[in-house]
């Protein structure tokens, strides 16, 4: 049986019970209520005239039935001295804090995790009948949700897909409390505190990681390096005056430095001759 079957079902029951009618006793009543507003006119005034403000949504009983016609307000409506009761409903968005939840997530880690709830009221009649407290039942709910939806998470999809594990809550309080009147906006999660010795762990892992990269780097450099000077050796072995113009740019280096270091270069077919024999 879908959600919206249900809503109409529980509308055409409150319908159905209000047709009914009140009977003679209700009827009977009914008339000496209005008996005594109008002898008490205008002191009864103050009983009859009731003043609910935009945000707000008035739910009538009488004789323990709701009226027909749904909440009224915003603005002013009448009640009949001790045959009417109403009950006032407010349809601003409110949110509320889920208290943090130790969870298991499906990697055997253990969480505290907290999220806030938006939710708003969309049919005051249902959320007065058919739920004894729509606030509490809707919190309670949201940390049951919470902790059934993080436990089937990994740690990793826990930390990095918060957004659609928000939204995966809120399409399943919203389908939950639909036949409360309810209507969640929005779900957020704060904050997912981890283990202390699971953040060092995830902190070595991190350092390691980055230092694994660090050597990687440096060792492509120097491979990129050590291409270049063989390029530039083969470059100056087709030219030996390139040796020489290389020889004086390091003298002019080194006597920028003002320093006394003289540097005598050592031909190398010289070293190759003394090999040889």
Same mark, same amino acid.
């Given at each position: 049986?879908?959600?919206?079957?249900?809503?109409?079902?529980?509308?055409?029951?409150?319908?159905?019970?209000?047709?009914?009618?009140?009977?003679?006793?209700?009827?009977?009543?009914?008339?000496?209520?209005?008996?005594?507003?109008?002898?008490?006119?205008?002191?009864?005034?103050?009983?009859?005239?009731?003043?609910?403000?935009?945000?707000?949504?008035?739910?009538?009983?009488?004789?323990?039935?709701?009226?027909?016609?749904?909440?009224?307000?915003?603005?002013?409506?009448?009640?009949?001295?001790?045959?009417?009761?109403?009950?006032?409903?407010?349809?601003?968005?409110?949110?509320?804090?889920?208290?943090?939840?130790?969870?298991?997530?499906?990697?055997?880690?253990?969480?505290?995790?907290?999220?806030?709830?938006?939710?708003?009221?969309?049919?005051?009649?249902?959320?007065?009948?058919?739920?004894?407290?729509?606030?509490?039942?809707?919190?309670?709910?949201?940390?049951?949700?919470?902790?059934?939806?993080?436990?089937?998470?990994?740690?990793?999809?826990?930390?990095?897909?918060?957004?659609?594990?928000?939204?995966?809550?809120?399409?399943?309080?919203?389908?939950?409390?639909?036949?409360?009147?309810?209507?969640?906006? #929005?779900?957020?999660?704060?904050? /997912?505190?981890?283990?202390?010795?699971? *953040? &060092? %762990?995830?902190? @070595?892992?991190? =350092? !390691?990681? #980055?230092?694994?990269?660090?050597? /990687?780097?440096?060792?492509?450099?120097? *491979? &990129? %390096?050590?291409? @270049?000077?063989? =390029? !530039?050796?083969?470059?100056?072995?087709?030219?030996?005056?390139?040796?020489?113009?290389?020889?004086?740019?390091?003298?002019?280096?080194?006597? !920028?430095?003002?320093?006394?270091?003289?540097?005598?270069?050592?031909?190398?077919?010289?070293?190759?001759?003394?090999?040889?024999?």
């Amino acid at each position: 049986m879908s959600t919206k079957d249900y809503q109409m079902g529980d509308q055409r029951n409150m319908q159905d019970s209000s047709e009914d009618g009140i009977g003679c006793c209700g009827c009977i009543l009914m008339g000496l209520s209005y008996i005594l507003v109008i002898l008490f006119f205008p002191f009864s005034l103050c009983m009859t005239i009731k003043i609910v403000t935009e945000y707000e949504r008035a739910v009538i009983f009488r004789l323990g039935r709701v009226l027909p016609g749904g909440a009224k307000g915003p603005g002013m409506f009448f009640i009949l001295p001790c045959l009417d009761e109403f009950k006032k409903i407010d349809l601003r968005t409110v949110s509320y804090d889920v208290p943090p939840q130790e969870i298991l997530t499906k990697d055997s880690v253990t969480v505290a995790v907290d999220a806030v709830i938006y939710s708003r009221v969309f049919d005051p009649t249902m959320s007065v009948c058919n739920v004894e407290n729509a606030d509490s039942s809707t919190r309670l709910l949201a940390a049951t949700t919470l902790r059934n939806v993080l436990g089937t998470k990994n740690m990793s999809e826990l930390l990095t897909e918060r957004d659609s594990i928000a939204q995966q809550m809120q399409a399943i309080l919203d389908q939950s409390t639909d036949p409360w009147g309810i209507k969640v906006e #929005r779900v957020e999660i704060k904050d /997912v505190r981890l283990p202390v010795q699971l *953040q &060092r %762990a995830m902190a @070595a892992e991190a =350092e !390691a990681s #980055r230092e694994a990269r660090a050597k /990687v780097i440096a060792a492509e450099g120097e *491979q &990129r %390096a050590s291409r @270049a000077l063989k =390029e !530039a050796a083969d470059i100056m072995a087709q030219s030996p005056a390139a040796i020489q113009l290389r020889y004086l740019q390091t003298l002019q280096s080194i006597a !920028a430095e003002r320093n006394s270091t003289i540097i005598f270069p050592l031909p190398m077919d010289l070293l190759s001759g003394f090999g040889k024999k």
